[in-house]
């Protein structure tokens, strides 16, 4: 049972427009939710984060929601720009409120493409 | 900079042969994590480890074994290749507590298996 949903493959964007990546996920014990951005041939970058006692994050261009009672985050990049073309996954710890050193649960990932 | 090594970017290896994958960091982080990625599957928790000769089974361990004897070293280890272990597999380390840091990833390696 996947408890972390990227529901959308992919997702084409134009430059300069918003690009926004949805995410769900199930388990109620989650309480940190990571966003990594992946190119082919690299192992995954960390790109921001959010705790369960926000429900906004900002940095830069991207912004990551969440939205506690509907279990559902969401990353905003604007302007989108070509170098944002990559997979992104969501992320999902239970660390918080486990306190232990469990790893993350992953999304099965989002390929964003920026278009010219 | 968090610097997180993995031995090798690509490997080829035939069915049932033993395999090592190894993890170095310099950063002294005290958590480390093996993941593999595959198309449409995303990142799966393998094996992680929080300590010095302690290991933790992640959510797919089957086939899969992992040693840490050094605190910047994690390995893993495939006793017996096959060839659905063809996959990406990465590394990652944190410091403690986990749920309060990100992770951060090494670069991959790229394992077939014939």
């Known amino acids: 049972d996947q408890q972390v949903k990227q529901n959308s493959p992919s997702l084409s964007v134009q430059e300069g427009r918003i690009s926004i990546l949805n995410c769900d996920y199930t388990?109620?014990?989650?309480?940190?939710f990571l966003w990594y951005k992946k190119y082919p041939a690299e192992g995954p970058t960390f790109l921001i984060s959010i705790s369960s006692i926000k429900d906004k994050n900002e940095d830069g261009r991207f912004t990551v929601f969440l939205n506690k009672s509907a279990k559902h985050l969401s990353l905003h990049i604007v302007p989108s720009q070509p170098g944002d073309s990559a997979v992104y996954f969501c992320?999902?710890?239970?660390?918080?409120?486990?306190?232990?050193?469990?790893?993350?649960?992953f999304g099965k990932g989002t390929h964003l493409i920026i278009q010219p | 900079d968090v610097k997180v090594t993995q031995s090798s970017r690509y490997l080829v290896k035939r069915t049932g042969e033993k395999v090592f994958l190894e993890c170095v960091q310099d950063m002294d982080h005290e958590n480390m994590f093996w993941y593999r990625q595959d198309p449409g599957l995303g990142l799966r928790l393998i094996y992680f480890s929080y300590d010095v000769k302690m290991k933790e089974k992640g959510d797919i361990p089957e086939g899969y074994s992992v040693s840490r004897e050094k605190k910047e070293r994690f390995s893993l280890i495939l006793e017996s290749a096959s060839t659905n272990q063809t996959s990406m597999y990465l590394c990652a380390l944190s410091r403690a507590p986990t749920g309060l840091n990100e992770q951060f990833f090494g670069p991959g390696t790229r394992l077939t298996v014939l």
């Open positions: 992320a999902a710890s239970a660390g918080y409120s486990g306190g232990g050193a469990d790893g993350l649960t």
């Open positions: 388990n109620s014990m989650f309480d940190y």
